[in-house]
C-alpha cells in the first residue's frame, strides 16, 4: 500500500537504552507529524517538520527525544535514557503540505514498552 | 490554547440504534475540528472534517457531525449502527492557520452489540 509505514510495529527495550523508531510518509507529502498516545489518551503532538527542518518541536517532552528527517522524507524519533514513562504507542502523521486544511494520514504506530 | 472534552469513555449501543458520540472543544480562535476512527492496530481514519461553511458536516461511513459554535460542540452522529462501527473514537480541534497541530480529546470506545 501507499500509506504512512512504521517500524518496528512493537519495541519492548530496558530502561535506560537508545531507541530509535521509523516513519515512512506518504510519498510526496512534504509535512511530517509525531504523536504520542499514552493508555487510555488521545495522541498528543510532539514534533512537525516541514522538509527536513523541524518547524515545531514544542511538543517533545525533554531533551531526551529528538527527531531528524534528513533528506525530507523518512523520519526518524529518536529517544535516549529511556524511561517507563516513556511507553506509549508513538504515532507518525504526514500530509501533503503543512497548510492547516490538508489531510493527515497517520501510521499503524510503534507500540514502545520500556521494563 | 485549544482543548477537546469527550463525554463518555464508553457508549454502548444496540445494532440499528442510533449513534451519539459527544465532544465539546475549546479555542480562543475559529477552529477547525475533526473526527477520527481507530480500529485495533490500526492508524487513526478520519472520518469527517470542519473548516468553514457548512455547519453540516457527511463523512464516511454515514457518519455526520453538526458545529455548534453557540454550545462549542461537535458531535458525531449515525442514524444506525452496525457491528462494523465498533472502534475508538477521537475527535480533535485544530488551528485554520499555519500548520495543523491537532489536539485530542481521550476517545470513546463504541461497542456494537447484536
Known amino acids: 500500500g501507499a500509506g504512512v509505514s512504521q517500524t518496528p510495529s512493537n519495541k519492548v527495550t530496558e530502561k535506560g537504552k537508545y531507541v530509535e523508531l521509523r516513519c515512512d510518509p506518504i510519498?510526496?507529502?512534504?509535512?511530517l507529524y509525531w504523536y504520542r498516545q499514552s493508555l487510555g489518551q488521545g495522541p498528543e503532538f510532539l514534533i512537525y517538520f516541514q522538509g527536513t527542518g523541524a518547524a515545531d518541536d514544542s511538543g517533545l517532552p525533554n531533551d531526551r527525544f529528538f527527531a531528524v528527517r534528513p533528506e525530507g522524507s523518512v523520519s526518524t524519533l529518536k529517544i535516549q535514557r529511556t524511561e517507563r514513562g516513556d511507553s506509549a504507542v508513538y504515532l507518525c502523521?504526514?500530509?501533503?503540505?503543512?497548510?492547516?486544511?490538508?489531510?493527515?494520514?497517520f501510521g499503524p504506530g510503534t507500540r514502545l514498552t520500556v521494563l | 490554547a485549544q482543548s477537546v472534552t469527550q463525554l463518555g469513555s464508553h457508549v454502548s449501543v444496540s445494532e440499528g440504534a442510533l449513534v451519539l458520540l459527544r465532544c465539546n472543544y475549546s479555542?480562543?480562535?475559529?477552529?477547525?475540528l475533526f473526527w477520527y476512527v481507530q480500529y485495533p492496530n490500526q492508524g487513526l481514519q478520519l472520518l469527517l472534517k470542519?473548516?468553514?461553511?457548512?455547519?453540516l458536516v457527511k463523512g464516511i461511513n454515514g457518519f455526520e457531525a453538526e458545529f455548534k459554535k453557540s454550545e462549542t460542540s461537535f458531535h458525531l452522529t449515525k442514524p444506525s449502527a452496525h457491528m462494523s462501527d465498533a472502534a475508538e473514537y477521537f475527535c480533535?480541534?485544530?488551528?485554520?492557520?499555519?500548520?495543523?497541530?491537532?489536539?485530542f480529546g481521550t476517545g470513546t470506545r463504541l461497542l456494537v452489540s447484536p
Open positions: 470542519y473548516t468553514t461553511g457548512a455547519t
Open positions: 480533535a480541534v485544530g488551528r485554520n492557520t499555519g500548520f495543523q497541530k491537532l489536539v
Open positions: 479555542s480562543s480562535v475559529p477552529p477547525y
Open positions: 502523521a504526514s500530509s501533503f503540505s503543512g497548510d492547516s486544511y490538508n489531510e493527515q494520514f
Open positions: 510519498s510526496g507529502h512534504t509535512a
